[in-house]
């Protein structure tokens, strides 16, 4: 269906109800697509006004609404009048139809509030045009309500445009507009929001008015709006709470300093109803979180006595905060507090203890109703954590109280947490357990806490422990043994265990004692011994909660108590030799690898603790003291010789795994490799025995293999591509066949990155090669539809080509660089040849089946590339095809990938540039000999990735840009001097010639790019783009100088000699070639250059609008 030029409005209307409302897919598909086509066609305009003025239903108007939207932010604009036409038409309709969908508004709004933006800087007969938004705001606050809402909606949503980040336009101007109208309009936007607050509140309030309602709640989201504006450009991550500070700006003091503007703000959160006065305290957060330096230090203590005053007056009135919008929004308030307000001036506020003493209730209240709100618990932790850890610091003599109010923070924490488990277990609530993220946050906050008078949170733990372990061991001694009560009393010595890790691990964060150690031993003492009780147990009965809970301990107790900068005499172990005889840490190392044994024997089926286990057990590995420490134990030495299935089920290959269940492997054997590394030096023999478990499973593959294909070998090329593929199904169906392969890949590259020592590797290569790689090629070649197998077999490839800590440098006399090379080569090209099979796939399904393989090979053949540990010279002096072959397959994969997808997913584009970068730099003969469709994909690419906002990207690309400009320069240098001279090089550099003869505007769009990130981009990588810059320049002097004339004369004539002298420095000094010393000039100069060009460009001017579209 095609849409003409006269489509009808009824038409339009089906379309729209097809587009909005219709379930049917494919005709919804086709109406976008038709509207697509009135978006781009010279009617949009008139159809849409069409729509506004006669459409029937408010989806027509919506649609016109959003025509007009893409209308007026496409490239290049529309001409000023008529975009200043369109803005005055939208603002008369609204004001002649108040009555409107609320989301039609909202969306002729935001249309409003887009041409506005857009059009800040522009000039028509000496004025601003699109400035005067303020005046005609002012027009529909002297009507009616509907006509109020409107204009505070404009207001509202002009300021969200405003502050909002298009990263499909230039930053720097976005930076200026922004920076522009927080200097000119958004002080009077603040203040006109806030003066009608003032108006609504001196009237008496009908909270029955639905229209005053949302009056008030368009005016409050105004204010928030303005208070969450980024005045400084940090561009800060709005989904993240990080407790910043709100960097008002020093001429906006006035309307801080008047204590009106606080009281009017707490007065509407006593007034409104919930859900407008969580807007309310949302504006309240953002003051308490302004700027220390915007007051002097009387000034700053009368705003905190404001503050506190107002919190106060909450706290003593709290019905609102039953309301949970309420409730979060206070505790997120009352964290700000103590982020930008130090402890010390807390203290000297006129009601701070009668304040702290609420505050403190208030979280022992709200953590004992445990399960209403958890998500706002983590802001009132946050208080008392920073409370607590500035009490060292206070120089005050006025009491702080946290003594007093802490320990009863931490017994409420406690004993809240263990009353919800009886109510989790009978009544099936939510776990908050099962939540670990949450516990872990929350009691990683309660640490700090629990070490304020210690003494008293000590004791409360021990008392509650041994009452609930005593428990526990009646019911299990009882000879009924009810399943219920045991699951509760698990569940209490889960969270008791935790919290007896925190308290342990808070040693690190507040000021310690020897007596403070003892009563950390103290408590150890308990969790020691219910391991031992728990583990006897296994594997009749466990609980993965209380197992959970012990990791965390015994991680924190290692963390604070089991290092190498542990003093030996600890208190800590006073106690602990007395009850357990662990008298010091290589005792408690013991005690951790039995457990970590116990763990990985009996809980194979539970991959959540196998795999926490083995992070555990990866911790310990790193660092040579405790490795060395870690060796003289037997369970350690048990493991370095018996880590099969047999010992460890988790390493076996049953059914009952699923196949993410294989992943944990490579951490185990990365942590047993560092272990088996510290005394193996280049004892072979006790190498091959630690490798025996997976030669024996080689072993059993490598016979699978030939009983599948061996005896089929002189039948097989006879049979048909159907029999072939029945011998394939066959052997996919043999699942515990690819799990073992999966397996042994994942243990191999936890060895392989292991072992970072020339000795070490050299040792696994030969095991590896040639006896057991034919096998992983040949299942990359038959399983390359299924990623969960090839992707570990070509992460293990791409380990094992990292030459890291020089591993790779093999002896002068041996031949395993070429030969990893060569192996490497025959997988990457085996897999892509039969990737690119696989034709075309669904946006879901390219990453997991096609791209994610691509960009591990890309990783690997980058590594090989730059591991300086094969000389590439050698494979074609030799006919050694190997080298030639994966240069292709890189081209072929490469062609198959779109550039949108190169850029999309991160993983692919953070190896594809660099390796890209490797190729220009030690390759280029392999870059100019490439057909010109290809080389016009990798610029093209180059010059896409130029503006990336990863730095990796756009360095990359400016590198590798650097490198065939500098062999283009190099090449014409020579054809000056000596044209017959090195003849084969003069054909790579004439082939390169040639095609950028052809295509000259590819090295200008790149230059033009470049330039336009030097003048107008936050430009991160300036050094990176300097070095190609100055080869593009010599190179086409001509479209530099057209260049620097067309931004020039953009510019008003008092600018230009400025700007001109600013290019004059740029090449002063440099000459015509691209020696490091002229290239250093150049890049200090550049520096320079953007420096003068953006305090010349600062500045508002008539053209400042197109001016950084001067490069398009």
């Known amino acids: 269906m095609a849409l003409s ?5 009824a038409e339009l209307e089906v379309l729209c109800k097809q587009l909005y409302e219709g379930t049917d897919l494919a005709q919804r598909i086709q109406a976008e697509k038709v509207l697509l086509e009135l978006i781009n066609s010279r009617e949009c305009l008139s159809q849409c006004q069409l729509l506004l003025e006669q459409g029937t239903t408010s989806y027509a108007q919506l649609l016109a609404a959003t025509c007009l939207s893409k209308l007026v932010c496409k490239t290049p604009p529309l001409p000023v009048q008529q975009r200043m036409d369109i803005r005055n038409y939208i603002l008369n309709y609204v004001a002649s139809r108040p009555k409107l969908a609320l989301f039609v508004i909202q969306a ?10 857009l059009g800040w800087f522009d000039v028509q007969k000496d004025q601003l045009i699109f400035r005067d938004i303020i005046a005609d705001v002012k027009k529909f606050l002297q ?94 991550d709005e989904s993240a709470d990080d407790l910043c500070t709100v960097q008002i700006p020093t001429n906006w003091r006035s309307i801080f300093l008047e204590p009106e503007t606080l009281d009017l703000f707490f007065d509407l959160y006593h007034s409104l109803p919930p859900m407008l006065s969580q807007l309310a305290l949302s504006c309240l957060v953002q003051f308490a979180s302004t700027r220390r330096s915007l007051f002097s230090n009387p000034e700053r203590a009368k705003y905190l006595g404001n503050l506190i005053k107002g919190v106060k007056r909450i706290l003593e009135n709290p019905q609102g905060l039953s309301d949970p919008g309420n409730y979060h929004e206070f505790c997120r308030f009352l964290a700000r507090l103590k982020t930008n307000y130090q402890l010390g001036e807390l203290v000297v506020v006129k009601d701070y203890p009668e304040v702290i003493r609420l505050i403190a209730s208030f979280t022992i209240t709200s953590l004992q109703h445990w ?17 607590v850890a500035s009490v060292p610091f206070v120089k005050s003599s006025e009491p702080h109280l946290l003594d007093t109010y802490a320990p009863e923070i931490t017994k409420a924490y406690i004993t809240s947490r263990l009353e919800s488990v009886p109510l989790v277990i009978r009544d099936g609530l939510d776990d908050p357990l099962d939540d670990t993220a949450t516990v872990f946050q929350q009691l990683e906050q309660l640490c700090t806490v629990s070490r304020c008078e210690y003494e008293k949170t000590c004791v409360l733990l021990v008392q509650l422990f041994d009452q609930n372990a005593q428990s526990y061991q009646k019911l299990l001694q009882s000879s009924s043994r009810n399943p219920l009560a045991i699951s509760i009393q698990e569940g209490r010595l889960a969270w008791l265990v935790y919290l007896v890790g925190t308290v342990v691990g808070g040693r690190l964060t507040y000021t310690s004692t020897d007596e403070h150690d003892a009563m950390d031993g103290e408590l150890s003492c308990r969790v020691f011994q219910l391991i031992s009780l728990m583990d006897a147990q296994l594997p009749r009965s466990s609980n993965e909660k209380v197992e959970f809970a012990v990791l965390w301990f015994l991680d924190q107790f290692r963390k604070t108590y089991v290092g190498d900068q542990l003093q030996r005499t600890s208190k800590v172990y006073a106690r602990m030799s007395e009850v357990l005889g662990i008298t010091d840490d290589n005792q408690v190392l013991e005690t951790f690898m039995a457990k970590i044994v116990t763990n990985l024997k009996y809980w194979g089926q539970c991959e959540a603790v196998i795999s926490r286990t083995l992070q555990f057990l990866n911790d310990l590995s790193v660092g040579y003291i405790l490795l060395k420490k870690l060796l003289k134990i037997d369970a350690v030495k048990f493991m370095l010789q018996n880590h099969t299935s047999k010992y460890f089920p988790f390493l076996g290959v049953n059914d009952n795994y699923g196949l993410s269940d294989l992943r944990c492997r490579t951490t185990f054997y990365t942590a047993l490799t560092r272990l088996l590394m510290v005394d193996l030096g280049e004892d072979e023999d006790e190498f091959e025995n630690f490798m025996l478990p997976l030669t024996v499973s080689f072993e059993t593959l490598g016979q699978i293999f030939n009983s599948s294909f061996k005896q089929e070998e002189t039948k097989y090329f006879q049979k048909t591509q159907a029999e072939i593929q029945r011998i394939i199904c066959q052997l996919h169906i043999c699942i515990k066949f690819v799990r073992m392969l999966i397996g042994l890949a994942r243990d191999l590259r936890g060895i392989a990155f292991a072992l970072n020592t020339k000795t070490s590797y050299t040792m696994l290569f030969d095991w590896i090669y040639p006896s057991y790689l034919p096998i992983l090629q040949t299942a990359v070649e038959l399983w390359y539809r299924e990623p969960a197998c090839t992707t570990p077999i070509l992460k293990l490839m791409a380990e094992m080509m990292q030459n890291r800590s020089q591993r790779l440098n093999f002896d002068v006399s041996s031949p395993n660089g070429i030969l990893l090379f060569r192996e490497a080569s025959k997988m990457i090209c085996t897999y892509g040849n039969q990737i690119l099979s696989l034709g075309t796939l669904s946006k879901d399904q390219v990453y997991p089946l096609k791209l994610k393989g691509i960009s591990i090979c890309y990783s690997a053949l980058k590594s090989a590339l730059c591991g300086n540990y094969v000389s590439f010279g050698v494979f074609k002096l030799y006919g050694d095809n190997h080298f030639d072959n994966v240069l292709q397959a890189f081209v072929k994969m490469l062609l198959s990938v779109s550039h949108s997808d190169l850029l999309q997913y991160r993983k692919l584009s953070q190896s594809y540039y660099p390796l890209l970068e490797c190729l220009a730099q030690d390759h280029i003969s392999f870059i100019t000999s490439l057909e010109p469709h290809v080389l016009m994909y990798m610029l093209t690419s180059i010059s896409e990735g130029l503006t990336a906002l990863d730095t990796i990207v756009s360095s990359s690309c400016c590198a590798s840009l650097d490198y065939i400009v500098t062999a283009l320069f190099k090449h014409i240098a020579k054809e000056g001097k000596k044209p017959l001279r090195c003849r ?28 336009n990130t030097i003048i107008f981009e936050d430009c991160r990588n300036q050094w990176s783009v300097s070095r190609p810059l100055l080869g593009l320049i010599l190179l086409n002097e001509k479209y530099f100088s057209e260049l620097r004339a067309s931004l020039i004369n953009s510019q008003p004539a008092n600018k230009q000699e400025v700007l001109h002298q600013c290019f004059r420095n740029l090449m002063e000094g440099v000459e015509q070639n691209l020696l490091v010393k002229n290239r250093d000039r150049f890049t200090q100069n550049m520096s320079v250059f953007r420096k003068d060009m953006a305090e010349t460009l600062r500045c508002e001017g008539a053209s400042e609008s197109n001016s950084s579209e001067m490069m398009s």
């Open 5 to 9: 030029g006269q489509q009808s409005l």
């Open 108 to 117: 002729l709004v935001q249309v409003i509030a887009k041409i506005t933006k």
């Open 143 to 236: 009507g009616t309500v509907d006509h109020c809402i409107i204009g505070v909606m404009i207001l509202s949503e002009l300021t969200q445009e405003m502050n909002f980040v298009d990263y499909s336009r230039p930053s720097s101007k976005h930076r200026k507009i922004a920076t522009s109208f927080r200097d000119t309009t958004l002080k009077e936007i603040l203040v006109l929001a806030c003066s009608l607050l003032k108006e609504m509140l001196a009237k008496p309030l009908n909270l029955q008015d639905q229209q005053q309602q949302n009056l008030a709640m368009h005016l409050l989201k105004l204010v928030l709006n303005c208070l969450n504006y980024d005045f400084i450009g940090s561009s800060a």
């Open 371 to 387: 399960e209403f709100a958890p998500n706002s618990v983590h802001y009132l932790l946050t208080l008392w954590q920073r409370m």
């Open 984 to 1011: 084969e090089i003069s054909q790579d550099g004439q082939r390169l010639l040639h095609f950028m003869q052809q295509n000259s505007e590819v090295l200008q769009q790149m230059m033009s790019i470049l330039m």
